[in-house]
Protein backbone atom coordinates (compact mmCIF):
# COMPACT_ATOMS: atom_id res chain seq x y z
CA UNK A 1 0.00 0.00 0.00
CA UNK A 2 1.96 3.25 -1.11
CA UNK A 3 2.16 6.11 1.71
CA UNK A 4 -0.98 8.52 1.45
CA UNK A 5 -0.02 11.71 -0.40
CA UNK A 6 1.05 14.45 1.85
CA UNK A 7 -0.18 18.10 0.70
CA UNK A 8 0.89 21.35 2.53
CA UNK A 9 -1.27 23.35 4.75
CA UNK A 10 -0.07 26.01 2.32
CA UNK A 11 -1.45 24.30 -1.13
CA UNK A 12 -4.48 23.60 1.00
CA UNK A 13 -5.69 26.76 1.90
CA UNK A 14 -4.44 29.29 -0.99
CA UNK A 15 -7.22 29.57 -2.49
CA UNK A 16 -9.33 30.05 0.63
CA UNK A 17 -6.74 32.47 1.78
CA UNK A 18 -7.24 34.03 -1.59
CA UNK A 19 -11.44 33.91 -1.42
CA UNK A 20 -10.88 35.41 2.31
CA UNK A 21 -8.78 38.21 0.89
CA UNK A 22 -11.51 38.96 -2.19
CA UNK A 23 -14.05 39.23 0.76
CA UNK A 24 -12.70 41.61 2.65
CA UNK A 25 -12.03 44.11 -0.45
CA UNK A 26 -15.75 43.27 -0.61
CA UNK A 27 -16.55 44.83 2.37
CA UNK A 28 -17.91 40.70 3.11
CA UNK A 29 -15.40 40.62 6.48
CA UNK A 30 -17.48 40.22 9.25
CA UNK A 31 -14.37 39.76 11.38
CA UNK A 32 -12.38 42.42 13.97
CA UNK A 33 -9.21 41.78 12.72
CA UNK A 34 -7.31 44.47 11.24
CA UNK A 35 -4.83 42.17 9.08
CA UNK A 36 -7.11 40.41 7.30
CA UNK A 37 -6.48 37.10 8.35
CA UNK A 38 -9.02 34.84 10.40
CA UNK A 39 -9.02 32.86 13.54
CA UNK A 40 -8.34 30.26 12.19
CA UNK A 41 -5.22 31.09 9.33
CA UNK A 42 -3.37 32.90 12.89
CA UNK A 43 -4.00 29.79 14.34
CA UNK A 44 -3.00 27.61 11.67
CA UNK A 45 0.20 29.23 11.07
CA UNK A 46 1.66 26.74 13.85
CA UNK A 47 1.16 24.36 11.05
CA UNK A 48 2.65 26.32 8.35
CA UNK A 49 4.68 24.02 5.94
CA UNK A 50 4.15 20.61 8.14
CA UNK A 51 3.25 17.90 6.14
CA UNK A 52 -0.63 16.88 6.38
CA UNK A 53 -1.43 13.87 8.12
CA UNK A 54 -5.28 12.25 9.02
CA UNK A 55 -4.05 13.42 12.62
CA UNK A 56 -3.04 16.83 11.74
CA UNK A 57 -6.24 17.13 9.44
CA UNK A 58 -8.36 16.14 12.82
CA UNK A 59 -6.65 18.79 15.14
CA UNK A 60 -7.25 21.41 12.64
CA UNK A 61 -10.68 20.38 12.23
CA UNK A 62 -11.16 20.32 16.07
CA UNK A 63 -10.10 24.21 16.06
CA UNK A 64 -11.97 24.84 13.31
CA UNK A 65 -14.75 24.16 15.00
CA UNK A 66 -13.98 25.74 18.46
CA UNK A 67 -13.07 28.84 16.43
CA UNK A 68 -16.46 28.89 14.34
CA UNK A 69 -18.14 28.21 17.85
CA UNK A 70 -16.86 30.45 19.76
CA UNK A 71 -17.46 33.28 16.38
CA UNK A 72 -21.13 32.29 16.54
CA UNK A 73 -21.83 32.89 20.34
CA UNK A 74 -20.09 36.32 20.02
CA UNK A 75 -21.85 37.49 16.46
CA UNK A 76 -25.58 35.56 18.43
CA UNK A 77 -24.58 37.77 21.44
CA UNK A 78 -23.80 41.01 19.76
CA UNK A 79 -26.59 40.83 17.84
CA UNK A 80 -29.07 40.04 20.65
CA UNK A 81 -27.47 43.31 22.46
CA UNK A 82 -28.36 45.06 19.20
CA UNK A 83 -31.58 43.78 18.71
CA UNK A 84 -32.49 44.05 22.65
CA UNK A 85 -31.65 48.30 22.13
CA UNK A 86 -34.05 48.87 19.34
Request: proline letters at 5%; zero cysteines.
Amino acid sequence: MPPPKQLKLSEMTKSKRADRRKDIQDGDDTSNLSDGQSDYEQSSSKYSEAPVTERSLHKMLQELRATITADFHRINGDLTKEISNI
